[in-house]
């Protein structure tokens, strides 16, 4: 059973930076895709960011530059390094996951291409 565990999530103001982290089990699965969403209020889920088991990344264009996604395979856990936090990043940050079945299957920012979810973590940004 995979459990996606959220952490690092508070309160900070404009400009400020703050590390989201995502504590990863029971997958085991050598082709995957790992993913960061978040809901603003009054909006739909997005996808902010993702990294596949080859470290490759894609960003949305709304954190592109900001933001970074990475991983800690030693500690199974997925980070999302956030710079420059502006009042449109208040949201709650979930992490996602799920394997890739076939070589042709990519890793996209898709809400409905991932099976596993985190419990979610409150990022507040003010001014």
């Known amino acids: 059973q995979v459990r996606l565990m959220e952490s690092g999530g508070g309160s900070v103001q404009s400009g400020g930076s703050l590390r989201l982290s995502c504590a990863v089990s029971?997958?085991?699965?050598?082709?995957?895709?790992m993913g960061w969403f978040r809901q603003r209020p009054g909006k739909e889920r997005e996808g902010i960011a993702n990294?596949?088991?080859?470290?490759?990344?894609i960003y949305a264009e709304s954190v592109k530059g900001r933001f970074t996604i990475s991983k800690d395979n030693a500690k199974n856990t997925v980070l999302l390094t956030m710079n420059n936090l502006q009042p449109e990043d208040n949201a709650i940050y979930y992490c996602?996951?799920?394997?890739?079945?076939?070589?042709?299957?990519?890793?996209?920012?898709?809400?409905?291409?991932?099976?596993?979810w985190g419990q979610g973590t409150q990022v507040t940004v003010s001014t």
């Open positions: 029971g997958f085991t699965t050598g082709r995957y895709c």
């Open positions: 990294i596949d088991h080859d470290d490759h990344t």
């Open positions: 996602a996951a799920h394997d890739l079945k076939s070589t042709v299957q990519i890793c996209t920012l898709i809400s409905t291409d991932f099976n596993d």
